[in-house]
């Protein structure tokens, strides 16, 4: 049967009489059928990726790549008037998610599959996952986002287990996602329910009752662990996880006739930061059911499991009290005791290493450390600040445990799905064969002084703008000057990201245009991302920039020259949208703070210029392009750190002393801005920049201004614009997650 025979039997129509959702049901239903055909991935170890998130995005696009079948779709379709992406679009994003972490792992489970690894992803399904952000009077409001629909991504199976809870016990469901590689392999994504969730809990907003642990169990994913609510019900939720997982792999693993003496031989764990911790001491839990004694159990469970830190913010190291963890899992409670008495007798003189600290708080972290056999940061900087600071009392005692593992992307969706005409003509001057081997893009230096591929390249980002500017004009109703520099920030919205240091750039701009003075180039700053509900100051960031967009959007005299764009619900979907049309990719974290970043791997791949600080996979990436390459401005991790450790940032002195920065903050409580926004909001924003600024944003601010005003003079030189861009997708490929996830297998699975 050709394609369109099947697509037309699963229609019970012909394409042309179909539409979009009939459409988009077929071609899932097609995909469905080609997965089935596909084997599932075997071999005599497995790895299971357990995550609190999995944010994989719309999945038919991908899954159509990966069978290859994309472009002959798309042709299909043409033909009969029909636009395959507008049929993509019907899909709900799976929000299962908060931002870096969630679709790291979701590049991962691409990758291991591509690569032909037995992987298996393990996590929640969440009925509402992260809430739909929308704005009203310039501030964000947070909606449930019911992305579950029908029919679904997701295939009901009949795999339940029976999980304890102190108070009470509840029986799971197993729901699987096909996780197709590039051609090759075919893995599983299982997410855990239960049947008892009751969604009418959900009223105004995103509040509801987090006591009926039976009906809210998997309702939501947390936004952020700044969010102090429920805290218990994230235990919950956390051993629900991990308690299903080990289930199920003990299960696999006596179906396979393995003795479970042998676990390590046939199991990997991979413990996605600490939200899963609590499957090493369930497990061993577990083992010593099936009558193995406590110190084997232990062995065997560190050899199986390893640990990947994404953070070195203290704040997000979690850190349960013990009443709670005794409420909720009291079956675990000798089991981490015996744990940390093993730690006492080791290491009776150092009380940093304890996994319950003297005030009776279990520190997470610190069971993967002592009970995993691998600690890995997720870029060479991180890597390097945890073995000599967060996790320096580790490092001593296990160094031979402490690895890197720089964060990667998948391609095939931020290159190939998200820029197919870029994509293409690569192809063209490359073949394909980057596509599986990424670091084969370097090939594209031969055409460095090439003027027709230079040009070329420049009007495939020249289409990409265009299309965003349609797109940004629908969705958020504001006109931007394809032609302007496309100059992008999108990612969570948190005070160590410093969006609001962009945002006094504007403020900065504004002055500068109202006085005269302007760039050659229009500049369109675009912003997106979410802010946790709790975190105050990171909404009075977007009520920031949000009131700067309706001021300057509508200043005829400035808007010429300056247009903000704050996207709305920013996610997956559009980050494919807007990464490919950018220009300037703005990664501008305080230094020491941005574990890696990986929307900075995405913007270099499509040819944007990176302006960052010398933090994450930014230090990477400016070692694989050169200095001529991006532009870096700020001050370095270590002189940050040390600033940290004599108390010797003040930002009141900024304030005092720089006439240009006073002007910039005064101008938040300006009489223009608050004839726009709320006083309070505003007012408590300026407050916390002069007076507290814990992530340094004047620090760096000037610093900033200059090399962005380099930068964007640099934009008229086109010359050098187009080569620069061209050298960013070149050295591109070391950052596919294939890279990371070979790396992973050669050092911590071994699964083949
Ligand atoms: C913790 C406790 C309670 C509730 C929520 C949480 C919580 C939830 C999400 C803690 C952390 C997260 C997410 C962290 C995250 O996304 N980190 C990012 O990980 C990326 C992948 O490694 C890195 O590239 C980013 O630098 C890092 O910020």
Redesign the pocket.
């Known amino acids: 049967m050709t394609l369109e025979q099947e697509l037309v039997s699963l229609l019970g129509k012909p394409i042309a009489d179909a539409k979009r959702r009939e459409l988009y049901a077929a071609l899932l239903k097609l995909v469905k059928q080609k997965s089935a055909e596909r084997p599932v991935t075997s071999g005599n170890k497995k790895l299971y990726y357990i995550s609190?998130?999995f944010l994989t995005g719309k999945q038919l696009g991908k899954n159509l790549i990966n069978l290859n079948l994309y472009d002959e779709v798309d042709q299909l379709f043409k033909k009969y008037g029909k636009s395959l992406s507008s049929v993509e679009d019907v899909e709900e994003e799976p929000s299962l998610?908060?931002?870096?972490?969630?679709?790291?792992a979701a590049c991962y489970l691409d990758s291991a599959a591509t690569l032909d690894l037995p992987a298996d992803g393990m996590g929640l399904r969440y009925h509402f996952g992260l809430f739909k952000q929308e704005f009203r009077d310039h501030k964000q409001y947070e909606v449930p986002d019911r992305w579950l629909s029908s029919p679904s991504v997701l295939t009901k199976t009949n795999v339940s287990y029976t999980v304890e809870f102190g108070k009470l016990s509840v029986k799971s469901r197993m729901y699987d996602m096909d996780v197709l590689g590039y051609k090759t392999g075919h893995n599983m994504l299982h997410l855990f329910d239960i049947d008892s969730v009751d969604e009418s809990l959900v009223k105004e907003g995103i509040d509801f009752d987090k006591t009926a642990i039976a009906k809210n169990l998997t309702l939501f994913l947390?936004?952020?662990?700044?969010?102090e609510d429920g805290?218990k019900l994230?235990i919950y939720q956390q051993y629900f996880m991990v308690s299903n997982a080990a289930q199920y792999i003990l299960d696999e693993e006596k179906k396979a006739g393995h003795n479970l003496m042998d676990l390590a031989d046939h199991v990997a764990i991979q413990i996605n930061?600490?939200?899963p911790s609590m499957v090493i001491p369930e497990l061993i839990r577990l083992l010593i059911k099936e009558g193995i004694p406590f110190y084997k159990a232990e062995e065997i469970v560190t050899n199986v499991c390893a640990y990947?830190n994404?953070?070195i913010?203290a704040e997000?190291l979690?850190k349960w009290p013990y009443a709670y963890l005794q409420e909720v899992v009291p079956q675990l409670m000798p089991i981490i005791g015996g744990m940390d008495f093993g730690v006492e007798c080791a290491y009776n003189n150092n009380p940093d290493l304890r996994i319950i600290d003297a005030g009776n708080t279990v520190h997470m972290a610190h069971i993967d450390m002592h009970y995993g056999h691998s600690i890995n940061g997720?870029?060479a900087l991180?890597t390097d600040i945890l073995k000599k600071q967060e996790l320096r009392p580790f490092y001593n005692i296990y160094p031979e445990k402490f690895n890197n593992k720089t964060?990667g992307i998948t391609f095939r969706r931020f290159i190939m799905h998200a820029n197919p005409d870029l994509s293409h003509k690569i192809d063209s001057l490359l073949g394909a064969s980057w596509k599986s081997n990424a670091t084969d893009l370097e090939r594209l230096m031969q055409y460095y002084n090439d003027e027709n591929v230079l040009n070329a390249f420049a009007e495939i980002k020249h289409n990409n703008k265009e299309r965003a500017a349609q797109f940004i004009l629908d969705k958020e109703g504001v006109e931007v000057d394809p032609d302007s520099v496309f100059d992008v920030q999108v990612k969570?919205f948190?005070e160590y990201k410093r969006q609001q240091m962009n945002a006094l750039w504007v403020i900065y701009e504004y002055f500068r245009i109202k006085s005269g003075v302007t760039f050659p180039h229009p500049v369109t700053v675009i912003f997106g991302g979410k802010a946790a509900p709790a975190y105050y100051q990171a909404q009075a960031v977007i009520h920031l920039i949000l009131c700067l967009q309706e001021l300057i959007n509508n200043d005829p005299q400035v808007s010429k020259y300056l247009k903000v764009v704050m996207l709305k619900n920013y996610n997956v979907a559009k980050a494919e949208k807007i990464i490919p049309a950018a220009d300037i990719s703005e990664q501008i974290?305080l230094a020491s703070k941005?574990?890696?970043?990986?929307s900075n791997m995405k913007f270099m791949l499509n040819g944007a210029i990176t302006l960052g600080t010398m933090d994450?996979?930014n230090v990477e990436i400016k070692n694989l392009v050169g200095d001529g390459n991006i532009y870096i401005f700020g001050r370095s991790s270590d002189e940050v750190i040390n600033l940290y450790n004599t108390n010797g940032y003040h930002a009141e002195d900024y304030y005092k002393y720089h006439e240009s920065i006073r002007r910039c903050i005064d101008f938040i409580t300006s009489p223009e801005m608050l004839a726009i926004g709320d006083a309070k909001l505003l007012g408590d924003l300026k407050d916390n920049l002069i007076h507290k600024d814990w992530f340094m944003t004047l620090l760096d601010l000037e610093s900033y201004c200059n090399v962005k005003e380099t930068m964007i003079y640099d934009y008229s030189d086109q010359e050098r614009w187009k080569r620069m861009s061209l050298v960013n997708t070149a050295k591109a490929g070391f950052f596919s997650s294939d890279r990371s996830i070979a790396e992973y297998n050669r050092d911590i699975w071994h699964l083949k």
């Open positions: 609190a998130e998610g908060n931002g870096g972490l969630g679709r790291l947390y936004p952020d662990d700044s969010d805290r994230r930061d600490t939200h990947t994404h953070t913010l997000a979690e997720v870029a991180h964060n969570r948190h974290s941005e574990a890696s970043g990986t994450g996979a």
